[in-house]
């Protein structure tokens, strides 16, 4: 069974940070590229930050870059994404994304809520 399990969402002031946790299973981790996506209230969901199989290549969302890091570890089957500076409109819920090369197997998360608020 796969499953993706996203943790370390919360309510942060701005100019905070946080670190966000995605815990894998059910399927081979490094055939997959993982990406982080939000989805804001009234918004479409929106691409954060991808990385490769290998962790060789990264994507950011023009609006992160510089203050978020995606991060995976191929040997416990997790992806991160740490978050500093975190403005208000950072508030989103977070999913966490597998996709194979083939982009035929493509999984999701159930998704954390980021809140950035004084």
């Known amino acids: 069974q796969v499953q993706l399990v996203e943790s370390g969402g919360a309510l942060v002031q701005p100019g905070g940070s946080l670190r966000l946790s995605c815990a894998t299973s059910?399927?081979?981790?490094?055939?997959?590229?993982m990406t982080w996506y939000r989805q804001a209230p009234g918004k479409e969901r929106e691409l954060v930050a991808s990385i490769s199989r290998f962790g060789g290549g990264t994507n950011y969302a023009d609006s992160v870059k510089g203050r978020f890091t995606i991060s995976r570890d191929n040997a416990k089957n997790t992806v991160s994404l740490q978050m500093n500076s975190l403005k208000p409109e950072d508030t989103a819920v977070y999913y966490c994304n597998a996709r194979d090369y083939t982009d035929k197997n493509v999984y999701w998360g159930q998704g954390t809520q980021v809140t950035v608020s004084s």
């Open positions: 059910g399927f081979t981790f490094g055939d997959y590229a």
